[in-house]
């Protein structure tokens, strides 16, 4: 049986708080284009579910894709999430966990699009572009 985690978090500012929960701490680090131009390096996140955001109005969003918009604190500038419209899931920042302990690095993805300059030593799943989109990207309707 899976345990359910209760996570909390903030952005920088504090102006964005939120709780959620995830069924495994494992985080996933996106190297693609669009995510490092956002993130200034690969965007490490975490899956969560049921999650609440404090200061709503502090929340800005940019539709990044067909399917996908990222959120960022509005007073900051923090990454908060990456969400796939219409799914209740949200790719929450690792950073911005309040307790990150029992995180782990499980996946890497769009290792395709990882520039030469970094390379993480953990040992990891990892799965180009095309890999992703075949498993995740809404098929044409």
């Known amino acids: 049986m899976t345990e359910v985690m209760k ?15 995830t069924e495994k701490p494992s985080v996933v680090a ?12 690969p965007f490490m996140a975490l899956n969560c579910n049921s999650v ?4 709503e109005d502090s929340i800005s969003t940019i539709r990044s894709s067909d399917w996908a918009e990222r959120g960022f604190c509005n007073k900051c500038g923090s990454n908060l999430f990456y969400h796939i419209v ?3 899931d949200y ?4 950073g911005l966990l309040d307790d990150q ?13 990882r520039p030469d300059f970094y390379e993480f030593a953990n ?10 989109f075949a498993l995740y990207a809404p098929s044409p309707e």
């Open 7 to 21: 996570m909390t978090g903030k952005c920088l500012c504090g102006a964005v708080t939120f709780s959620a929960t």
């Open 86 to 88: 219409g799914n209740s």
């Open 91 to 94: 790719q929450i920042a690792a």
């Open 30 to 41: 996106c190297h693609c284009d669009m995510c490092r131009r956002w993130s200034a390096g």
């Open 101 to 113: 302990s029992k995180l782990r690095l499980s996946l890497q993805v769009f290792t395709d699009e």
């Open 52 to 55: 609440t955001f404090g200061s």
């Open 123 to 132: 040992e990891t799943k990892m799965m180009t572009g095309a890999e992703v």
